[in-house]
């Protein structure tokens, strides 16, 4: 198999991530307009921690949905042009990790989100690697 085969099914794969995200993206920012004892009963319904940090935690998820979704959009315009052979899509896909690494910052804080950075971070490795064939003035 060659390099930009696999660059594509990687591509591909995480494609439809980034369609899911956005989709849930979009589905967070349906919570803001939910008061907080509805929020409160729904998260005991389903056994979550109901503590007001974490219905805080969801409200602050919830406001940055927009830009969740958004970041996400990024990620899936990057991930086509990797698919085209377009070198700048692997920044754009970059970019668009640190984006919601830097929601989940805002939200959570630094060091909570700290493996988060890590996972994101070995993502980008693994696309540098996968599309360092592409010529870099093919942009």
């Not at 594509?8 to 849930?24: E, N, P």
């Not at 971070?121 to 870099?136: E, G, P, T």
Request: hydrophobic share 55%.
């Amino acid at each position: 198999m060659s390099p930009k085969q696999k660059l594509k099914i990687l591509c591909l794969i995480s494609l439809l991530a980034a369609i899911f995200c956005v989709l849930y993206g979009f589905a967070l920012t349906s919570l803001t307009s939910l008061p907080a004892e509805t929020m409160t009963e729904i998260i005991k319904k389903y056994n979550f921690d109901n503590t007001p940090e974490m219905i805080s935690a969801i409200y602050g998820l919830a406001s940055n949905g927009v830009y969740f979704a958004t970041f996400h959009v990024l990620e899936i315009v990057g991930l086509a042009l990797l698919i085209r052979g377009r070198y700048v899509g692997f920044h754009i896909y970059a970019a668009s990790q640190l984006g919601v690494f830097g929601i989940f910052v805002i939200v959570f804080g630094f060091l909570a989100c700290l493996s988060f950075l890590v996972w994101n971070v070995c993502w980008i490795l693994v696309y540098h690697r996968a599309s360092k064939h592409l010529n870099v003035s093919n942009v």
